[in-house]
């Protein structure tokens, strides 16, 4: 596996991910592990809300001609409360940038993760037809559990991507400078594979 590594105030994590596009895209295939540096508790975010977003998109594909958060599917996670634990989720970007996650499931579209546990990723797109819509199932496991989530994903008629993923935080909500890039400095491993 690949080790990435997050720098304190920067998105993103060293190394970059090819920007070649990817041509017929039907998924992605991986495996992952955060490291304890990864984990941080609420009192290190002062109570911030950014706390609760998805901050690690640990992995994922873009359609090509679109923004990182938009028609995109990825692997994201975050810390809970209990010390070296994780939640990891898909996590899907429509073609306006709203995002899905396995919490906005009926099933438990989440995977509780301790650090330095490994995860294994297999990413689809499922074309639909007259019936059915284009859909992104992902499914996630351990050694010890897995999960299966499936959202609606307008797959573009091309089907060129390219990869994107360990990239850290988003907006800072709250304007305070906390929130929206790393706190300190991190690492995990990963290694994925477009299909």
């Known amino acids: 596996m690949t080790e990435y590594a997050f720098e304190k105030g920067k998105h993103n994590a060293k190394p970059n991910q090819s920007i070649c596009p990817r041509f017929g895209v039907r998924g992605f295939t991986g495996r ?3 490291d304890l540096s990864c984990w941080f508790g609420k ?9 609760y977003d998805w901050n690690f998109k640990v992995m994922g594909i873009s359609s090509y001609f679109s923004a990182n958060n938009r028609t995109s599917a990825i692997i994201a996670a975050r810390p809970i409360d209990e010390p070296g634990k994780f939640i990891v989720t ?3 970007n ?9 919490q906005h499931t009926e099933a438990i579209g989440v995977l509780v993760v301790e650090a330095e546990q490994e995860v294994e990723v297999d990413v689809r797109l499922s074309k639909g037809n007259f019936f ?3 859909r992104v199932q992902y499914e996630l496991k351990t050694d010890a559990n ?4 499936e959202h609606q994903f307008r797959i573009p008629f091309h089907r060129i ?28 491993q990963a290694q994925m594979k477009v299909k």
Do not use: C
Request: hydrophobic share 25%; net charge negative.
């Open 32 to 34: 992952f592990k955060l």
């Open 43 to 51: 009192d290190e975010w002062k109570g911030d809300s950014d706390y």
């Open 90 to 92: 898909g996590y899907t």
């Open 94 to 102: 429509d073609g306006k940038g709203r995002f899905r996650t396995g």
């Open 132 to 134: 059915r819509p284009d």
């Open 146 to 149: 897995s999960i299966y989530i």
């Open 161 to 188: 991507f390219r990869e994107i993923g360990s990239w850290f935080g988003g907006a800072d909500s709250n304007n305070n400078g906390i929130g929206g890039v790393p706190h300190k400095d991190m690492h995990y």
